[in-house]
């Protein structure tokens, strides 16, 4: 069986020396215990070498104790070969050399599993934690002083991580004063709310801001999560200026189009003209004045920012 080193053991040209050398020692003290009719005490010493290459080599270190269980066996049977009850007692021990190999090699085999899912875990956490487009800040619950951020945050705010670290959240990231907390004081929950993050320019983000209440190593922690809505705002804010001079070019027209009806039906009241058109008139009047409210609605709805559609501008576009 070809023996490889895969890349990813750390320290491997290490381990091999200090195997090698163990190895070397083992098979000097074999020799020599048995030429003097020594037995029992040495071979406690291959456990040493073989927990050592099972746990840092899995499968390839039960290779390595079969081997050296041979050269045992080998070594046993040349110094006492007509002793059946030695070669006996050998071939126990050397069952046990294996059985012990075997159990530490899969012992190794599942802590190295283990120690790779975290590994993964945590390469997959600091990918997200690093490149996500969110700003993420962590924040110790008891004392509001912030823990960490992710890179998004740092570019938001201006604020290094280290920078930001042990400092206190109130009026450095947040505005809201100290002891009225909207999650810890205030009993608040904020789930996709719509805040303000403070920058080191004295600026003001607006945000959509969430906050979890979690454990982390014993501690309750806030994770805020932070999105920018500032384009939001500003196509917002673009879409109210331009409805509020449609609403003004339409006005004027349809102010004039009124008054003109209004003018026209006074001079024709009393007058050879059939009632129906004098109705008809007053109708388009009303109308008129309608399409005018509901403009009035819109101003005043844009004024006050309301997202809703006035009621009587909905029922107007029922028509």
């Known amino acids: 069986m070809d023996f490889t080193v895969p890349k990813n053991w750390p320290g491997t040209p290490i381990k091999l020396v200090l195997l090698s050398i163990l190895t070397l020692f083992i098979a000097y003290l074999t020799i020599f215990c048995l030429s003097n009719n020594i037995q029992i005490v040495f071979t406690h010493i291959y456990y040493v070498p073989i927990i050592l290459a099972a746990y840092w080599f899995e499968r390839k270190g039960v290779v390595y104790t079969l081997l ?166 500003d196509a917002e804010n673009t879409l109210i200026a331009y409805i509020r001079e449609a609403t003004l070019r339409i006005r004027n027209p349809v102010e004039l189009v009124r008054d003109n009806l209004h003018e026209i039906r006074d001079d024709i009241t009393g007058q050879t003209v059939q009632p129906a058109h004098v109705a008809a008139l007053a109708i388009q009047e009303r109308n008129m004045d309608d399409i005018l409210k509901n403009l009035q609605e819109l101003e005043r709805a844009i004024a006050e920012k309301k997202t809703e559609i006035p009621d009587a501008l909905r029922e107007y576009m029922k028509r």
């Open 68 to 233: 050296l269980s041979a050269f045992y066996l080998g070594a046993e049977y040349m110094f006492n070969p007509s002793d059946m009850a030695v070669i006996t007692a050998a071939g126990a021990r050397v069952i046990v050399f294996i059985g012990i190999a075997c159990v530490i090699a899969i012992l190794s085999g599942i802590i190295n599993r283990e120690h790779e899912q975290v590994a993964e875990s945590e390469t997959r956490f600091r990918g997200i934690w690093e490149n996500i487009h969110a700003s993420i800040i962590l924040v110790n619950a008891e004392t509001h002083t912030i823990i960490s951020a992710n890179p998004e945050a740092e570019k938001k705010t201006g604020f290094s991580e280290k920078e930001m670290n042990g400092h206190l959240c109130h009026t450095y990231i947040c505005p809201a004063e100290q002891g009225k907390c909207p999650i810890s004081d205030l009993g608040m929950k904020l789930d996709c709310a719509e805040r303000v993050l403070l920058t080191r320019d004295g600026k003001k983000i607006p945000v959509l801001k969430t906050v979890t209440d979690m454990q982390i190593s014993g501690k309750r922690c806030f994770i805020e999560s932070y999105i920018d809505i500032t384009p939001i705002r």
